[in-house]
């Protein structure tokens, strides 16, 4: 199965400051890769795609071949970006990584 | 809001006891998942279907069942085997097994705890 992984279960920035969640993966080839985020009382939706290149809330993902890495980014958090946050491969069995909970404080 | 209905949202279970969790989808998707979410441990596959009769083990699929015998629906049944049931499980829909812009769609969750 193709899997990715969350190092990092926890991360704590203050708002303002960068913030790096990382998402390595361990298969060959084309990953399709995707974010998804549940904030607190909410569903767990999609956040964004790598496919797509775009930037939602101020996210970017960038696909690196080289690292095998699809990390998430984001150059100022705000307090509302704290949430879990899960990497996924879009594959027929959707083994998402262990996510990683944000928070981000005042 | 979603398309997929889980139901209970609070289910209370006594030990030895069997219980099915509803997973309806009205968005027509092929693709239906199970996770199961505990604190600190993310999101772990329960069971899959990639479509009508057919479905697959995740990684934790001792002590439940599933059946798909429409495509709508996808209930799972968490059985006495299951040694740790108390847990907010997940269901999930997409139009088809992964694949590019084949977003996963997901359902508000059911908190089972066993008592």
């Not at chain 1, 939706?45 to 071949?65: P, V, Y």
């Not at chain 1, 150059?75 to 996510?99: I, K, L, T, V």
């Not at chain 2, 398309?3 to 030990?15: D, N, V």
């Not at chain 2, 996770?35 to 995740?58: A, C, H, M, T, W």
Request: proline share 5%; glycine share 8%.
């Amino acid at each position: 199965a193709q899997r990715v992984t969350q190092p990092e279960k926890l991360l704590s920035v203050f708002k303002g400051a960068p913030v790096e969640l990382k998402c390595n993966y361990s298969y060959s080839g084309s990953p399709e890769l995707f974010w998804y985020v549940q904030y607190s009382r909410q569903r767990l939706q999609l956040l964004l795609r790598h496919i797509s290149r775009e930037s939602i809330k101020g996210f970017t993902a960038d696909l690196n071949k080289g690292e095998t890495s699809f990390h998430l980014k984001k150059p100022f958090a705000q307090e509302e970006d704290s949430a879990m946050y899960y990497c996924a491969p879009h594959n027929n069995d959707m083994r998402f990584g262990a996510g990683t909970r944000l928070t981000v404080k005042p | 809001d979603g398309g997929i209905t889980q139901s209970p949202k609070y289910l209370f279970r006594k030990e030895g006891q069997n219980v099915t969790l509803s997973c309806e989808q009205n968005l027509n998707h092929d693709a239906m998942y199970w996770y199961r979410q505990d604190p600190g441990q993310g999101l772990r596959l329960i069971y899959y279907s990639q479509i009508v009769n057919d479905f697959q083990k995740g990684d934790i699929a001792e002590g439940y069942s599933v059946s798909r015998e429409k495509k709508e629906s996808f209930p799972l049944t968490v059985t006495s085997a299951q040694k740790n049931p108390t847990a907010f499980y997940l269901c999930a829909s997409s139009i088809a097994p992964g694949g590019t812009g084949n977003t996963i769609y997901f359902g508000e969750g059911s908190w089972l705890t066993v008592v």
